[in-house]
């Protein structure tokens, strides 16, 4: 059984910057995939930014030049850094680890962006 942990959300001013974590415990040796998704009020969970475990990254466009994904397979943790954030990306963020065809979510963390 995998289980990931979010940390790194809160509050910030637009124009600032946070970090998220995500820390995976259990059996995740192999291929897989980490990733972030954000889910609004009322909106649907989107993806934001995926890695895999051999470093190659996927982004949404709209956080393109403004977001980061990394993760550090020895620490089995998984890192977004967002910058330059705006109100719009306010919402709850979810870390997601796809393994062997299972599909694993962390509790979620939310982010708020005052303007």
């Known amino acids: 059984q995998v289980q990931l942990v979010e940390s790194g959300g809160g509050l910030v001013q637009a124009g600032g910057s946070l970090r998220l974590s995500c820390a995976a415990s259990?059996?995740?040796?192999?291929?897989?995939?980490m990733g972030w998704y954000l889910q609004a009020p009322g909106k649907q969970r989107e993806l934001v930014a995926s890695i895999t475990n051999t470093g190659r990254t996927n982004y949404a466009d709209s956080v393109k030049g403004r977001f980061t994904i990394s993760r550090d397979n020895g620490k089995n943790t998984a890192y977004l850094r967002m910058a330059s954030l705006k109100p719009a990306d306010t919402a709850v963020y979810y870390c997601?680890?796809?393994?062997?065809?299972?599909?694993?979510w962390g509790q979620g963390t939310q982010v708020t962006v005052s303007s």
């Open positions: 997601r680890l796809v393994r062997s065809g299972n599909v694993y």
């Open positions: 259990g059996s995740i040796r192999g291929n897989n995939a």
